[in-house]
T-cell receptor, first 113, second 114 residues
Framework: KAGVTQTPRYLIKTRGQQVTLSCSPI?????VSWYQQTPGQGLQFLFE???????NKGNFPGRFSGRQFSNSRSEMNVSTLELGDSALYLC????????????FGNGTRLTVT | DAKTTQPNSMESNEEEPVHLPCNHS???????IHWYRQLPSQGPEYVIH???SNVNNRMASLAIAEDRKSSTLILHRATLRDAAVYYC???????????????FGKGTSLLVTP
């Protein structure tokens, strides 16, 4: 079956702009979580959505937001971009239990100039 | 939330076994231990998980200490394709919203030499 799909693959934005990233989970998965990966901080949890509701949120400012649609597809939005937001953004889908594996996409590489 | 500690890097020769350690001294009785790996230019890939007993699958084995304060991912015969960053994380089964995972940290970078 198809894996987790993230679009776009690469993105270049300017400081102050906003950006929307998309994630299509594996069919049947109701949980989508988002992560930011940078060389300095590693892989950090942003938030998780389950059945269109945000279940958990990491320690990121309110400029980072997301949503999930009825078909489980998810988007994350970053407003007022800063240079430090340059990172690889990964999403992962799962059935939503702690013993169900996370399936990751290959990420969106965001560069803020 | 319980945290994990892993060495920054390890090196192995091809076709030899590799033992990747992970310390989680503050683990709770309801935490599952998960391992993922990330190859260059790809998202992380699930490897294995366990709760109390040792686990085996086609990719690796997971050995969990009796007190559960540490675990070891075992690759029985390392290949060049196993060169990746390996992450050990904990996922709490009792949290009402337990589908997510906390920060993965920086993991262990495994170098495999021919």
């Amino acid at each position: 079956k198809a894996g987790v799909t993230q679009t776009p693959r690469y993105l270049i934005k300017t400081r102050g702009q906003q950006v929307t990233l998309s994630c299509s989970p594996i069919s049947g998965h109701r949980s989508v979580s988002w992560y930011q990966q940078t060389p300095g901080q590693g892989l950090q949890f942003l938030f998780e959505y389950f059945s269109e509701t945000q279940r958990n949120k990491g320690n990121f400012p309110g400029r980072f937001s997301g949503r999930q649609f009825s078909n489980s597809r998810s988007e994350m939005n970053v407003s007022t971009l800063e240079l430090g937001d340059s990172a690889l953004y990964l999403c992962a889908s799962s059935f939503g239990q702690s013993n169900s594996p996370l399936h990751f996409g290959n990420g969106t590489r965001l560069t803020v100039t | 939330d319980a945290k994990t500690t892993q060495p920054n890097s390890m090196e192995s020769n091809e076709e030899e076994p590799v033992h990747l350690p992970c310390n989680h001294s503050t683990i709770s009785g309801t935490d599952y231990i998960h391992w993922y790996r990330q190859l260059p230019s790809q998202g992380p890939e699930y490897v294995i998980h366990g709760l109390t007993s040792n686990v085996n699958n086609r990719m690796a084995s997971l050995a969990i200490a009796e007190d559960r304060k540490s675990s070891t991912l075992i690759l029985h015969r390392a290949t060049l394709r196993d060169a990746a960053v390996y992450y050990c994380i904990l996922r709490d089964s009792l949290r009402s919203n337990s589908g997510y995972a906390l920060n993965f940290g920086k993991g262990t970078s495994l170098l495999v030499t021919p």
